[in-house]
């Protein structure tokens, strides 16, 4: 693992591969880019990025990291993210000494974080700096992070919106320049759905690429991944070969300028349908994009929805059971308190628990149909392009869990991000990044996937749209800040 030069690939407002470059040179060391970072996550506490600030763990951590400056360089040299601050979700894990509460009251005093789960570990081998945790949902269940235990999370590009879910704290403390990177989850769009929201890079890798020892508490039968959200495609494949482990693997990060150009098959989808339609500015852009990549020789190959349909109305159903059974499993197995949580929650619980055996048979065996379908689209063309959200970030409140309608809810969110499900239920990966701005600046977010196993692809195809500058980021970097 070695150090990426930080001129190259390098955005307007910085990027984690930028501040580590910064603290490499001298400019400042990893206490005062920690001093930094708390600075900012007090001053934007209105926002509702961090549910939990630990500025003596954020101190102790970024001085032990000077400390190995000073005293082991040559081991300090080769962590990408050396000294760079970041934050953990509220949700995954578990980062020793931070003990999530899955945005709930259900879990207060009963998560162990007394050890690293290996991707922890990871995180921390790579050279972040870990101060806090970040806003999710409860459970992760929403779109949006608003838990009733608090805070809510808004937007940095507009407060009156939301920042996403289940990841969106996340989101608004990378889009906010408070960190440069964050530690995100994605079982049903969680870490692209935010990233979209906020106008930042989201990738979920391929199911098993990343680490889930010891514990594998979060995976949810495979469907969940985590990694991080970011601020440019260059932090997504660094990060993703950091965590990966194995830098001379598939998932090394690639030579995002290389210059070799080969000719790929894209598919191009667009329309989502009547049932769950998107804005026309948001077809438009995935539009402009394949435009842009055919203007490169690649060949764009028109994808009609009657051709994916299928399998996201699938993927939608396999969803809704699993985070069901699962609500109901972490009822029985840990013995919760359900009138602890909100009523969405418990409705969820319920809905799993009624769950007959043979239904949740029927949903697991319908998964490897959703990959197998996408593996024969995946036959005629090379990856797939398409919208990443229907509309722009709602208005706080639009996602609310104070019901016990599940199906209206789940609605709700097909309707927000009609494709998100599709590459959690595949296993497939999939990466956003924003690609324009609409009448109202906010971004306009397209969703690249591609076959098993092909995270550079995404990466590369993602770096040449993300040169084009169409989205600037309008807060930079605590640290990068001029």
Known sequence: MTRIDASKGSIPGGDAIALAARIESGAFDCTEAMEKAISAARTNEALGAIC????????????ALDRERRDEPDRFAVRPFAGVPTLAKDLGGPFKGL??????????????????????????????????????????????????????????????????????????AVA?????????????????????????????PSRGAMPGGP????????????????????DAGVILDALYGNPDGPYAAPALDSGEKPRLRIGLLTDTGSDLPTKAARQQAVEAAARSLEQDGHEIVTIEWPR?????????????????????????????????????TAAFAARGAALA???????????????????????????????????????????PTDHQDTDLHLNRMAR?????????????????????????????????????????????????LEAEQRWIHPHAIVGLAS
């Open 416 to 464: 927000f991000a009609p494709l998100a499900c599709l590459a959690n239920i595949s296993g497939f990966p999939a990466l956003t990044l924003p690609f324009g701005s609409d009448a109202d600046g906010m971004p306009l977010p397209v969703q690249l996937l591609a076959p098993m196993g092909r995270e550079p692809l995404l990466l590369a195809l993602a770096s040449r």
């Open 215 to 234: 514990g594998f508490g979060n995976h949810l039968g495979g469907i969940a991944s985590e990694l991080a959200i970011c601020r440019s495609v260059r």
């Open 357 to 399: 055996p043979t239904a949740l048979w029927q949903s697991l065996s319908a998964m490897p149909h959703v990959s197998h379908d996408l593996w024969r689209l995946f036959d005629g063309i090379d990856c797939l392009l398409t919208p990443m959200l229907a509309t722009a970030p709602l208005p706080i409140g639009s996602f």
């Open 308 to 344: 994916l349909a299928p399998s996201v109305t699938a993927s939608a159903a396999i969803f809704a059971d699993i985070i069901s059974i699962n609500l109901a499993w972490l009822t029985e197995s840990l013995r919760l308190d359900l009138s602890k949580a909100e009523p969405l």
């Open 176 to 204: 906010a320049g408070i960190v440069a990177i964050a530690h995100a989850t994605d079982a049903g769009g969680s870490i692209r759905v935010p990233a979209a929201c906020c106008g930042l890079v989201g990738l979920k």
């Open 52 to 63: 939990h600030l630990d500025t003596d763990l954020g101190m102790a951590n970024a001085a």
């Open 99 to 172: 003990a999530v509460h899955a945005g709930s009251r259900l879990f207060d005093g009963m998560l162990d974080a007394s050890a690293d789960s290996d991707l922890a570990a990871r995180f921390r081998q790579a050279g972040f700096s870990l101060f806090g945790l970040t806003t999710s949902p409860e459970v992760g269940l929403s779109l949006a992070s608003e838990p009733a235990r608090g805070p809510v999370c808004r937007n940095p590009l507009d407060p009156s919106r939301t920042a996403g879910g289940s990841s969106g704290g996340a989101a608004a």
